[in-house]
């Protein structure tokens, strides 16, 4: 896993949009894994004025969802489908049909989840995944103590996400819905690259457990340790609770210039 600590949000969010402007002018049409929250907005933002300034052809990119709320009405504002399309595939000027994601309003949640595993699989995989945090280190909505083979699939959601989330919905908890889908970690981990983005000192403790602690399905996060190629872009704040800080900067500036992330 490589750690990239990072002076603050709006450095972390060019950094992973030059990471995806990169993969898209060697594969323009790659598959982009994109993630909801906060934390992602600075990538997207960079990301589509990269592609406004002419330097990265964004036009042939495929977008795919990580998670969605169960039983919002479709076309509902909050619904991951209406963010994405509202923060990433309207921005990048795509057309609709290159957004795949579950249907989190389907009368058959299991038949949707299948459906979603089935199209990732048809699409060729995933090329890179953006992922955020929760505080409780959940990654998607795959909660602590979530299979680390899991498949995309119905969760609840835990109260602390729920009041995590609730500042989408006018800040009332009781609107946040219980249920979701969730691409599985087994799932996340197919991804060829996993980009974890975490900003702020709210972070520091998952970050922490994340990448220093064991492996654990209590800290779902903690599954990149598994993968090849895991890259968590951190700002300092978010590195705060990090014990091998100073070995992971230092391994960063002395990286070869042709690895990049
Ligand atoms: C939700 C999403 C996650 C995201 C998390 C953190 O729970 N399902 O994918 O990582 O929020 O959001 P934020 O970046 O706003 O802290």
């Given at each position: 896993m490589e750690v990239v600590i990072v002076p603050d949000a709006g450095a972390a969010g060019e950094l992973v949009a030059e990471t995806m402007a990169d993969l898209l002018r060697r594969k323009p049409d790659a598959l982009l894994g994109v993630a909801t929250g906060s934390t992602p907005l600075p990538v997207y933002r960079a990301l589509a004025a990269k592609a406004a300034a002419g330097a990265v052809d964004t036009s042939r990119a495929r977008i795919?969802?990580?998670?969605?709320?169960?039983?919002?009405?479709?076309?509902?504002?909050?619904?991951?489908?209406?963010?994405?399309?509202?923060?990433?595939?309207?921005?990048?000027?795509?057309?609709?049909?290159?957004?795949?994601?579950?249907?989190?309003?389907?009368?058959?949640?299991?038949?949707?989840?299948?459906?979603?595993?089935?199209?990732?699989?048809?699409?060729?995989?995933?090329?890179?995944?953006?992922?955020?945090?929760g505080t409780d280190g959940h990654i998607g909505f795959n909660e602590p103590c979530s299979s680390l083979a899991s498949r995309t699939r119905l969760k609840t959601l835990t109260r602390q996400t729920r009041a995590d989330n609730a500042r989408f919905f006018g800040g009332d908890i009781d609107q946040v819905p219980h249920h979701v889908i969730t691409q599985g970690i087994g799932t996340i981990l197919e991804a060829r690259h996993l980009v974890l983005l975490a900003t702020g000192e709210g972070k520091a403790e998952a970050v922490a457990q994340t990448v220093e602690g064991p492996l654990s399905a209590l800290v779902p996060a903690s599954a990149l340790q598994m993968h090849p190629h895991a890259t968590v872009v951190v700002d300092e704040a978010a590195a705060s609770g990090l014990k091998l800080a100073d070995y992971f900067r230092s391994a960063y500036e002395t990286k070869p210039h042709w690895q990049k992330l």
């Open positions: 795919c969802q990580l998670d969605e709320y169960v039983g919002l009405p479709a076309g509902h504002p909050e619904s991951y489908r209406s963010v994405i399309l509202r923060e990433v595939v309207e921005p990048l000027g795509l057309d609709e049909a290159r957004f795949l994601g579950p249907d989190g309003s389907a009368e058959d949640i299991r038949a949707a989840c299948e459906k979603y595993e089935g199209e990732l699989a048809a699409a060729g995989g995933v090329d890179l995944q953006l992922l955020g945090i």
